[in-house]
């Protein structure tokens, strides 16, 4: 008769022993909440959310307690612009990257994501915002090269794009993505066909009735300009084919776009080896899987030298002009790998001319505020315990951000170590 009693023992005890891994403190630690440097501070984090920071901030005697002497906590990094497949949330995690957002993915897992972001429950994948299927023409980008045979919904007309969108809204999407692209800006004969500007005008309109943001794929001054016209939220890229004029500028302040990066991928397709030397650096190289090293060592055959000059030049008018940037990386494209090259991406934002704080906002708070991704971004209370703790100081060496020492998601720890190959 003892017997169910004992097991609501066990039970409880197990219960206790769950809550305790995600319930910890942090002190004297210096704290990138976001937005700004706490020189010193106390962080508690209580059942997978941080409930006090700052430097008095009380720590209950019950809780065990991490020296952060030395170490620099930032929210979890959000890495603004991948492309999500099998194993790519995992990768992610083990960088420290707790939140991607796909920008066009064949999987449209919306359902699983959408259980995952909305929990607590320890996982081992960062959590993932998507637009599922973007909007192409067929025969368009990045559809060119699909595999014969496989059917992927395009876009006929512009009148069909109320339709083709609210298709994507039922599916899930968390937001529209679309493509404007010929490849008229690597200077090749070879062109794509692409939507029109009435068809790209009609979507966004669709996307806006449906309370959905409009991100286009550009990688033209005049594709982005023809998106700005139609009323785009964002753009997925800086533009890489030539440097922008005041004109243009002037015209994405009207509009008040933002704009997500991905120097990063540009650096690849320029021929540089940013992305080799981050896979050799030894705080990365024993934490890489085998599609990290893979992607991160690839090389791009179309390459256009020109790219990165102009990805650095534009990107430094835009910061100046107070356009929002927020970081992403285009993972897993050639030159870039899930969650490692954001860190990349950062030291990118830095030769560009942010801050390293500047840098940090575009990866946690800004992109959390943009897309409204609830409460996280931010190391402040009431927050979820998705954190970084590094050596050194990112906020004035933006490379320290590669010196992990460890990583929470939901306030449970994350392995590191990558699957055995």
Sequence with gaps: MRLPGLVAIIFFCAATAQAANNSFALAN???????????????????????????????PAHLKII?????????????????????????????????????????????AWRAQRTSLRRTAEADTWAAGLGVTVKGGAPLENAPAGLHIPTLDSASDARKFVNARVAEGSDYIKLFIENLSEYRSKKTLPTLSPAEVCAVIAAAHADHRMAIVHTQAEWAAREAIKCGANALAHMIPDQVVGARFIALARRHHIFVETTDDVWAGVSGLDLAQKLARDPRVAPYLSAAQKST???????????????????????????????????????ATAHGVALHEELQILVEAGFTPQEALHAATALPAAIFHLGRRGHVAAGYRADLLLVDGDPTRNIADTLSIDRIWMNGYPVNRMPPKT
Excluded at 85 to 110: H, I, K, Y
């Design 67 to 111: 020296d952060g002497r030395g170490k620099t906590l930032l929210p979890g990094l959000i890495d603004a612009h991948v492309h999500v497949g099998p194993g790519a949330q995992a990768d992610a995690l083990r960088f420290g990257v707790t939140t991607e957002l796909d920008m066009f993915d064949l999987s449209r897992n919306f359902k």
């Design 29 to 59: 630690v210096r704290v990138f909440n976001g937005d700004r440097t706490i020189p010193h501070a106390n962080v508690v984090v209580r059942a997978g959310r941080i409930v006090a920071v700052g430097p008095r901030a009380a720590i």
């Design 296 to 334: 991160l060592l690839a090389t791009d055959k179309k390459l256009a030298p020109w790219f990165f000059p102009n990805v650095l030049a534009n990107t430094r008018a835009l910061h100046e002009a107070g356009i929002p940037i927020i970081a992403g990386t285009d993972s897993p494209n050639p």
